[in-house]
């Protein structure tokens, strides 16, 4: 999965309001899951080393839904309100079967929104999905150079990206793009801009890495200087007044470079279901890292015991469990104490509050790796891909850099 599909993402929230526009979302209320994602594979070709899939994503690869479950699952979560429906994975087209689902998602109303790295997709299936009724698709794009874009997937995908950009207009597809942006690019961001505009891009995510995941792990090989993304903010407003409405293009600030947090996926349980691809029911991406959970499977128990009666669901949501400073703050109702991953990947306590913000006793360890990133002999270790074997290796326990942020007391 890329960064794009990282809880209420602003295409995402674009996308939101033409479905209410197409009169999908009618009669809508807070309390409903109005987002599934259905991360229906952790299976990729790519190996990203920003990557936002777990790292021990090995452990689920061998127990994916079937068809059927998918189905069901849809059925289900449109039952209890849930209007927009993400496909993404690891790489979605490795199953065979997105078509069934697409149909469904169609018969069953939903607005559809496929996720891709673009490896899979050729001139029948793209045909299939516009036959079947999806109504997006959205390719990730990584650099201008096939240098980088190389490097940061591991692998050469470089012209293949370009080719599924053109298949996607071709079809009719409004081209959304998204760029994850890193170190290694974020001195291209007006090239990255031209390219899109070249390619007929109506929207583009430039998704500033968040650090979770693989992207957690390299952390400080991928994080770029403060002056960097204030030049590649400047950049993008410029051309943003260049360009006017034919190209939306999105700037999303980095958590890190911020002094308050993100309300992390609008709240935990408040709008957003995932469901992973061995039928975990998540309220956000990374939340099996956190301790003392037991999520929900949709094979044991239907997705409405899941959203409101599953203790996972129910531990974060609102403000109940909150403690110093969050329980007292005034700003406590904006952002909801920010997120509970981050908030345990960096400090080991799941009710602190989220590091990135100024007023938190842990922010220090922001600055920490702030200045760790600037530090050559940090920064340039290697980097660890998202592999299935970097992920047994994390499974097993080693201890290498890739455990290290998972072992914080
Ligand atoms: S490796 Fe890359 S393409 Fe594959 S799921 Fe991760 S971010 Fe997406
Ligand atoms: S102290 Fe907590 S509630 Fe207040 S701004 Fe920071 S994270 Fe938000």
Redesign the pocket.
Known sequence: ??QTSLGESVVQKELHAQAQNNGVAANITQTQPLWLLAEVTYR?P???A????PTDYDKHTQNELTTEQWIQALRDARKMGAIQLGIS???PLLRDDIEDIVIEARKLGYYSNLIT?GVGLTEKRIQAFKEGGLDHIQL?MHDITEEINNFI?NTKTFELKKKVAAMIKNHGYPMVLNVVIHRYNIGHIKEILEMAEALGADYVELANTQYYG?SLVNRSQLMPLKEQIDEAERITNEFREKVGNKMKIFFVVPDYFGDRPKKCMNGWGEVFMIVTANGDVLPCHSARVLPNMAFPNVREKGLEYAWKESPAFNKYRGTAWMKGPCVTCPEKMNDLGGCRCQAFLLTGDAEAADPVCSLSPHHHLIEKAIEDSKNPVIANQPIIF?TDKNSKKYVAGDKERIAEFHALP
């Open positions: 999965m890329t990729c790519l190996h990203c920003f990557c936002y899939n994975g690891g790489e790295s990730s997937t693989w998202r």
